[in-house]
């Protein structure tokens, strides 16, 4: 555990990050060049080049940080492949959405148009629905990086689940989040509400359930989801509970880098759903219209934030 919270990590998780969606750039100037495949890989980090060993060699290239997190036997770094996260994010469905990214800017939309929906015909979830493998493929990626997200969150962070009985994780996949937290802190009862295609073939896991609900990203919904989840804190525990939120604050840190990932991801979420990503305003906002007295908002794994939410 004490492997995953190294600086170098933190670098090398975020700079994958980016490179998962550098095909956006790409996309937004519609003027692609893919360069020599090695060269590419050297000056992206994903390999680095050694000084030649020889004369008339061109030199031994290794793996980076970067790449060693993409390893399948990743014990070394001490979590999770995120291979599987890169799979999730590059599949088919969403390049082909990013290359209407240019049409979608040009015509008439709804708040509800994405993209993905003139790609596809359908939103993102619904295409999941549709194609099982490719649903298979996004969820275990998001848990591949889940999982490492919990590992900083439990090793820096643990006392955020000080005196928490019963834990909901709303749009919680497939519950690499819930079986994490399981894991570190047993007495957490755990239950996962997401869709019913999400969850529908999960194995079950001591301490955690499974719950299906609808849940989407823009504002309003947000603001729905919170109001519930508002709701049932006061329901099962009027004098305390609490919302954890582990997602991007734009604009915190104030590093390039993670500023970059931050902003990139966002255009993630402008190609693929009609949400967004949201600095410190715009979450208080949120927080507000949904009827929550305070916050608190901390750094806790380079360009995402862990937000305590309190009604």
Known sequence: ??????????????????????YLKSMALQKPYLPRLV???????????????????????????????????????????LAPFVLAQTNRYHVGAAMHLSEWFKGGRDD????????????????WRRDPQVNKVFMDGLGSDSQLTLDFVVTRCGEVFDG??????????????????????????????????????????DGVQYIHVLHDWNDEDCVK????CKKAIL??????????????????????????????????????????????????????AAGFRHHKTRPVLGFLSLIELYP
């Open 1 to 22: 555990m004490a492997a995953s919270s190294s600086p170098e990590l933190v670098q090398a998780h975020v700079e994958l990050w980016n490179l998962t969606y550098s």
């Open 164 to 205: 928490v009985g019963t834990l909901v994780d709303v749009g919680g996949g497939n519950g690499s989040t819930a079986r994490a937290i399981v894991r570190a802190f047993p007495h957490v009862r755990c239950s996962v509400l997401d869709l019913s295609h999400v969850i529908g073939d999960i194995q079950p896991c």
């Open 235 to 288: 329901s099962e525990k009027p004098s305390g509970g609490k919302v954890i939120i582990i997602d991007t604050v734009v604009g915190s840190p104030a590093n390039d880098i993670m500023f970059q990932a931050q902003v990139t991801f966002d255009l993630n979420m402008m190609v693929t759903t009609p949400g967004r990503e949201r600095d410190e305003h715009e979450w208080r906002n949120i927080f507000m």
């Open 39 to 81: 060269r590419f890989l050297v000056v992206t980090g994903v390999l680095a080049l050694d000084a030649p060993v020889a004369t008339g060699d061109s030199g031994v290239y290794r793996l980076t940080p970067l790449s060693r997190l993409l390893l399948d036997d990743n014990r070394a770094n001490g979590c999770t492949s």
């Open 225 to 228: 989801i919170l109001t519930q």
């Open 112 to 127: 509800d148009d994405t993209p993905f929906r003139m790609a596809h015909g359908t939103d993102q979830w619904d295409a």
